[in-house]
């Protein structure tokens, strides 16, 4: 079956324009995460959407990094005003429900976002 | 705050060897742990999990790992290495509640591992 997509797989932009980076988790999964992978390191969790609704974004490094999912399937984040430090691979991850304490994330290939 | 320890960056091995990952967290409450791989060009996969029970999990392609609650560790071992188990290794854990943090997994900085035919 079809699994967690990302598009684009590669993004190269300029310092202060803004980007968008899309996920489509599998389908009938509700719970959706996204995180942030740099190089030589683990990712780094960004947000988590149970549903349409964010549940949770303190991973997001500031207020120029937004995510939406608008019909609880596809989400996209958004990053406005891109920085040369905002270069990492961009993770998505969706798993059957975010209300019990235990269910695998999938994760997507990632986008490889970078600003020059 | 959560945090994870992966003690060694990188690891190379010869075929056959047997090989031990190192896996320290930190979490003030009870935990779900998992590895993850990643083989070259591929997305992270689930390797094994542990979340209750036996602390002795084993997971796809040969591997487990051992809960030690005591030493908050979760270490990855395989007594026999394989060409193909060349790849990057993550441990990861999640809490367990109600909070917020319960949803979100904490990853360590990653092991890759060589094996040398």
């Known amino acids: 079956g079809a699994g967690v997509s990302q598009t684009p797989s590669n993004k190269v932009t300029e310092k202060g324009k803004y980007v968008e980076l899309r996920c489509d988790p599998i389908?009938?999964?509700?719970?959706l995460y996204w995180y942030r992978q740099s190089l030589g390191q683990g990712p780094e969790f960004l947000i988590y959407?149970?549903?349409?609704?964010?549940?949770?974004d303190s991973g997001l490094p500031n207020d120029r990094f937004f995510a939406v999912r608008p019909e609880g399937s596809v989400s996209t984040l958004k990053i406005q005003r891109t920085e040369r430090g905002d270069s990492a691979v961009y993770l998505c991850?969706?798993?059957?429900?975010?209300?019990?304490?235990?269910?695998?994330?999938?994760f997507g290939p990632g986008t490889r976002l970078t600003v020059l | 705050a959560q945090s994870v320890s992966q003690h060694n960056h990188h690891v190379i091995l010869s075929e056959a060897a047997s090989l031990e990952l190192g896996c320290n967290y930190s979490?003030?409450?009870?935990?779900?742990l998992f590895w993850y791989v990643q083989y070259p060009g591929q997305h992270l996969q689930l390797l094994l999990k542990?979340?209750?029970?036996?602390?002795l999990v084993k997971g796809i392609k040969g591997f487990e790992a051992e809960f030690i609650k005591s030493k908050f560790s979760f270490n990855l071992r395989k007594p026999s290495v394989q060409w193909s188990d060349t790849a990057e290794y993550f441990c990861?854990?999640?809490?367990?509640?109600?909070?917020?943090?319960?949803?979100?997994?904490?990853f360590g900085s990653g092991t890759q591992l060589t094996v040398l035919p």
């Open positions: 991850a969706s798993s059957l429900e975010g209300g019990r304490t235990y269910n695998e994330q999938f």
């Open positions: 542990y979340f209750s029970g036996d602390p």
């Open positions: 990861a854990v999640k809490g367990r509640g109600s909070s917020g943090s319960a949803r979100q997994l904490t």
């Open positions: 959407f149970q549903g349409t609704g964010a549940a949770d």
């Open positions: 389908s009938g999964h509700t719970a």
């Open positions: 979490y003030g409450g009870t935990v779900n």
